[in-house]
Structure formats: C-alpha cells, structure tokens
C-alpha cells in the first residue's frame, strides 16, 4: 500500500513558478514509477509527467517540455514538479499518482494510487 499526498498549490501569476511535492508512505517507493497528472474543470484528467523508479528515465506531455521538471528523492520519499513559466491554461487540480508497473505509462487507468489532489490557478 501507498498513501500520497500532495502539497505546493496555490495562486501564481503568468510567468511565475511554483514547487509541488508528493509525500509517500510505503516501504517499497523507491520501485515505484511516480506520476503527475491534472485535471481542468470540465477536462478529462491529463498526463503531466512521470519519473521511473531508478530516476533515470521521464516523461512529459508536449505542453510543459522545457517548462516542467519531475525529480524524486527517495530517501524522502518525495517526487517533486517544478513548474516555471507558468500559463493560465496550466490552472487545474494536479494529483500525484503511483504504480510498480515498471514503465512510464500516460493513461491514468494503470496507477493504482492516487493522492487527494492540489490546486494550481495562474491569473493572466
């Protein structure tokens, strides 16, 4: 079992950046593939991006290449999303999700656990 829970939201500004970090519990994090995704009001919950369990591969959807950066520390036991240049568009609820399915998987069926979600709003 893995408990996640999110934190780092808030209200940002155009151009602004924000940290988010994903807290786990769970003796075995260090195998498991960790995952951001966000969910817009009146959207279907969208990839964001994802980390391997060894840290050595990721994966971003097209939108946030060059603006985003997934690490993890698993000493901490903490993936992170750093978000910089922020745009209005990337408002939305964003979860951190986990599975040990080995891959760096995009659809949001194949993560068995899920944290309770954070809000991003970016003002124009």
């Known amino acids: 079992q893995v408990q996640l829970v999110e934190s780092g939201g808030g209200l940002v500004q155009a151009g602004g950046s924000l940290r988010l970090s994903c807290a786990a519990s769970g003796r075995t994090f260090s195998s498991y593939t960790m995952t951001w995704f966000r969910q817009a009001p009146g959207k279907e919950r969208e990839f964001v991006a994802a980390i391997l369990w060894s840290g050595g591969s990721t994966r971003y959807v097209d939108s946030v290449k060059g603006r985003f950066t997934i690490s993890r520390d698993d000493s901490k036991k903490t993936v992170y999303l750093q978000m910089n240049s922020l745009k209005p568009e990337d408002t939305a609820v964003y979860y951190c999700?986990?599975?040990?399915?080995?891959?760096?998987?995009?659809?949001?069926?194949?993560?068995?656990?899920w944290g309770q979600g954070t809000q991003v709003t970016v003002s124009s």
């Open positions: 999700a986990a599975d040990d399915h080995g891959g760096l998987s995009t659809a949001s069926w194949s993560y068995d656990y």
